[in-house]
T-cell receptor, first 115, second 113 residues
Framework: GAGVSQSPRYKVAKRGQDVALRCDPISGHVSLFWYQQALGQGPEFLTYFQNEAQLDKSGLPSDRFFAERPEGSVSTLKIQRTQQEDSAVYLC?????????????FGPGTRLLVL | GENVEQHPSTLSVQEGDSAVIKCTYSDSASNYFPWYKQELGKRPQLIIDIRSNVGEKKDQRIAVTLNKTAKHFSLHITETQPEDSAVYFCAATPNNAGNMLTFGGGTRLMVKP
């Protein structure tokens, strides 16, 4: 079946621009996560949704980062006034249920480069 | 919060040899420990996971061991093959801290033919 998909796969932005990254989770998956992966490092948690509810946004690095999942399926991560330090791969993951020991399936990521 | 340390950061082995990657975690409430393999430019893919009610789990050439007392867990790959070359990440998630994964820094495994 179809896995997690993300778009765009690559995004180049000028410093100060706003960007929007899209995640399509596996159909029927309740939980959705966003992670940020800097070059050569492990993914770091940004935010978590259970259906349409954003239950944890403790990992968002600043108020320039905003995520939503209005209908409990597709999610969008928005970064306003991008900075060079925002350059990273943004990974989305989904899991079927809401339990803490559920397998998370990752998308291919969006590689963001801020010039 | 949880902190996961992973060693070594790079590992080079000869094809057919075994590879071992070790991780330690800080939060004793953590009870789920997945391992992901990430090839260059690709998505992380789950290769094996272990839950805190077992000490060892094996799947063909891959095994994971967990020592809850010492708060460490390890990935063992036997009979390594060139296609095992990738970056491997361990992760942990506490039961009482939401569902997010805390990842280690990764191990770049190179299997030389």
């Amino acid at each position: 079946g179809a896995g997690v998909s993300q778009s765009p796969r690559y995004k180049v932005a000028k410093r100060g621009q706003d960007v929007a990254l899209r995640c399509d989770p596996i159909s029927g998956h309740v939980s959705l996560f966003w992670y940020q992966q800097a070059l050569g490092q492990g993914p770091e948690f940004l935010t978590y949704f259970q259906n349409e509810a954003q239950l944890d946004k403790s990992g968002l690095p600043s108020d320039r980062f905003f995520a939503e999942r209005p209908e409990g399926s597709v999610s969008t991560l928005k970064i306003q006034r991008t900075q060079q330090e925002d350059s990273a791969v943004y990974l989305c993951a989904s899991s079927l249920h809401r339990g803490p020991r559920e397998t998370q399936y990752f998308g291919p990521g969006t590689r963001l480069l801020v010039l | 919060g949880e902190n996961v340390e992973q060693h070594p950061s790079t590992l080079s082995v000869q094809e057919g040899d075994s590879a071992v990657i070790k991780c330690t975690y800080s939060d004793s409430a953590s009870n789920y420990f997945p391992w992901y393999k990430q090839e260059l430019g690709k998505r992380p893919q789950l290769i094996i996971d272990i839950r805190s009610n077992v000490g060892e789990k094996k799947d063909q050439r891959i095994a994971v061991t967990l020592n809850k007392t010492a708060k460490h867990f390890s990935l063992h790959i036997t009979e390594t093959q060139p296609e095992d070359s990738a970056v491997y990440f361990c992760a942990a998630t506490p039961n009482n801290a939401g569902n997010m994964l805390t990842f280690g820094g990764g191990t770049r495994l190179m299997v030389k033919p």
